[in-house]
C-alpha cells in the first residue's frame, strides 16, 4: 500500500464558462510519496506547480483528482478533514491573528467549533516553550511570542506559517516555496527541521523549490507542459 497517491490529476479552467475554449493546464497525472518521503518538484515558471499542490489539498477549484492516504479514499473525508491530513503550505504568508503565538496557535482554535469531531481536538496544544523551541529552531530567536506578525520580514512570516503547519502535524506537506526568498542558513533550517520532522512522524513532503538541490529529497519530479516525468535538473 502506497503511502499517497494521487491518481487522474487533473486541471482544467473555463469548464463553466460557455463562450472560453478550457485550457488544460495538466490532465491523466499520477504520483505516488511513501512515508517519510521527501520529493521535490520541479519546472518553469507557470507550468502549473502551485495548481497541483493545492489539487492535492482539495483547494484547487479547477482540479481534481483521485486520492489515497494510507489506504483511505479522499472520498471518505469532507475537504477539511482531508486538508488537516495534507496540509498545503503555500507560496505567500498568511498571518492574519494580531500575535505571533495566535497565529502559530490558529489551527487548535478550529477544533472547537463545527469541526469539533475533527482530529485536531485530539492534538496537543503546544505550550508557549514547545513554541519558542520551534521558533529558535527555524533561527527566529529573535521573534517574540507576542510580537505583530505583520512586523515580520517575508522569510520570517514564510518560517512562522512552516512551524505553524507543522504543529498541526500532518501527514503530507505540500510546501510551495516556503524558502524562496531565504538565505541560505536559514534554508538549511528549514531543510534540517522538515527533514527531522519527516523522519519522526513520517509525514510525506512535496516541495516545490527553484533553488539548487540540497541533497534532502530522494526524488525529483518534473512538471512541463502539463507532463509529470521523475528526474530532471533544475
Ligand atoms: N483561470 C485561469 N485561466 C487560465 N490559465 C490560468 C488560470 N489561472 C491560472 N492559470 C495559469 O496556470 C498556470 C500555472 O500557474 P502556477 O501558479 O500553478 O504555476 P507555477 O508552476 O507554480 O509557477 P511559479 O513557479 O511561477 O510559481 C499559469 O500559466 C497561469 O497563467
Same mark, same amino acid.
Given at each position: 500500500?502506497?503511502? *499517497? ?7 482544467? &479552467?473555463?469548464? =463553466? ?8 493546464? &495538466? ?17 518553469? +515558471?507557470?507550468?502549473?506547480? @502551485? ?21 483511505? +479514499?479522499?472520498?471518505? *473525508? ?5 486538508? #488537516? ?18 497565529? !502559530?496557535?490558529?489551527? &487548535?482554535? &478550529? ?7 475533527? @482530529? ?10 514547545? !513554541? #519558542?523551541?520551534?521558533? =529558535? ?24 506559517? !512552516? ?10 506537506? !505540500?510546501?510551495?516555496?516556503? =524558502? ?15 527533514? #527531522? ?13 527553484? #533553488? ?16 509529470? @516525468? ?5
Amino acid at each position: 500500500m502506497e503511502y *499517497f497517491k494521487a491518481e487522474d490529476l487533473s486541471c482544467v &479552467f473555463g469548464q =463553466d464558462g460557455p463562450n472560453t475554449q478550457p485550457k488544460i493546464l &495538466f490532465s491523466g497525472l499520477s504520483l505516488q510519496l511513501g512515508r517519510g518521503e521527501i520529493v521535490d518538484l520541479i519546472g518553469p +515558471s507557470g507550468s502549473g506547480k @502551485s495548481h497541483l499542490l493545492t489539487a492535492l489539498a482539495m483547494l484547487d477549484p479547477d482540479a481534481c483528482a483521485m486520492m489515497d492516504l494510507e489506504g483511505c +479514499s479522499c472520498r471518505d *473525508f469532507n475537504p477539511q478533514e482531508w486538508r #488537516r491530513q495534507v496540509v498545503y503550505l503555500p507560496q505567500r504568508p498568511t498571518l492574519t491573528s494580531r500575535t505571533v503565538i495566535g497565529s !502559530l496557535l490558529l489551527g &487548535f482554535s &478550529f477544533g472547537r467549533g463545527r469541526f469539533s469531531r475533527s @482530529s485536531v481536538n485530539s492534538r496537543e496544544r503546544p505550550s508557549p516553550l514547545e !513554541l #519558542r523551541k520551534g521558533l =529558535d529552531v527555524l533561527g527566529l530567536q529573535d521573534v517574540e511570542l507576542d510580537r505583530n506578525p505583520l512586523s515580520l520580514s517575508v522569510g520570517q512570516q514564510a518560517r512562522v506559517c !512552516l512551524l505553524r503547519s507543522l504543529l498541526l502535524k500532518p501527514k503530507v506537506l !505540500l510546501s510551495d516555496e516556503v =524558502d524562496a526568498g531565504l538565505d541560505s542558513d536559514s534554508a538549511t533550517m528549514v531543510a534540517c527541521l522538515l527533514e #527531522r520532522t519527516s523522519k519522526s512522524t513520517g509525514m510525506a513532503v512535496l516541495r516545490v523549490r527553484h #533553488r539548487d538541490a540540497d541533497g534532502l529529497a530522494s526524488r525529483t519530479l518534473r512538471l512541463e507542459q502539463g507532463s509529470l @516525468s521523475e528526474g530532471g535538473a533544475l
